[in-house]
């Protein structure tokens, strides 16, 4: 199993490596001067592809059970994400930082110097930029791709879930189960509608219902297998109000 942990400069990508102990990890970086043998950083841009290339073919000769690699999907307008990394890795996470953490942390940062004078619009663009089309090449391949944050406590609970990656868990292969036992119960005559979960089937909001809405789990609009996987773990431990599920019941059979 190949996982590309992917995020900005300075989102702390390195900082989480650090703290896995049951895979092999890969920092890219150091990968990459050792495979050019010299300053990546001061090589042409196709020549920094070809080094991105063997990279990816350096990985992928590797036995190990599970690796962790870093990388960077773009430097601004810059792609340096490739069609070789999209088919090498199996599972992709993003680790989101807040632009105003970014912004900050440049400030401090020789290496990353040259972006401190972004605005905090800027990098908030281009972190999106970043997502969607990862997202979106993560789609065009029917691969998982998780956001985690840089809320401490949910990046804690990033190593659990490694741990369920690790033993096969797959948000696409979990969807595609479920479409298949809907569509083994329906006709193909058969119609069938799709509602959203807020006040539609119930009064209530469902999330907030089934958290007393105390959740943030999912304030940064981020909808990934990883924000379920996380929810699932607040719901064991919510108090949840029996007159309310008593009345959404109620309301579930008029």
């Not at 989102?11 to 092999?24: N, P, Q, W």
């Not at 592809?49 to 350096?58: A, F, L, M, S």
């Not at 189960?177 to 006709?187: A, G, L, P, R, S």
């Amino acid at each position: 199993m190949k996982i590309a942990l992917y995020g900005m400069p300075c989102a702390g990508k390195s900082t989480l490596m650090d703290r896995i102990t049951d895979a092999k990890v890969i920092n890219g970086s150091q990968e990459l001067r050792r495979i050019c043998g010299g300053s990546f950083s001061e090589l042409l841009e196709e020549e920094k592809h070809q080094v991105r290339i063997k990279y990816t073919e350096y990985i992928n000769a590797l036995n190990d059970e599970v690796i962790v690699s870093d990388g960077h999907y773009s430097f601004m307008e810059t792609v340096a994400f490739t069609e070789a990394d999209g088919d090498l890795y199996d599972i992709f996470i993003y680790l989101y930082c807040s632009p105003e953490n970014l912004k900050e942390r440049y400030a401090l940062s020789e290496k990353n110097a040259k972006f401190a004078g972004e605005s905090i619009e800027s990098l908030r663009q281009w972190q999106e930029f970043e997502i969607n089309n990862l997202r979106e090449e993560c789609h065009r391949r029917n691969k998982d791709f998780y956001v985690v944050s840089d809320n401490e406590e949910e990046q804690n609970n990033f190593f659990d879930f490694l741990s369920l990656l690790r033993e096969g868990f797959s948000s696409y292969d979990l969807a595609t189960d479920i479409c298949n036992q809907i569509m083994e119960q329906f006709n193909k005559q058969d119609i069938l509608y799709m509602v959203d979960g807020d006040k539609t089937i119930i009064i209530q909001d469902s999330y907030r219902f089934c958290c007393n809405g105390k959740t943030k789990i999912f304030d940064g609009d981020f909808y990934t297998g990883y924000q379920s996987f996380l929810f699932e773990k607040e719901l064991q431990t919510a108090s949840i109000d029996k007159s309310l599920w008593k009345e959404s019941k109620v309301v579930q059979t008029k």
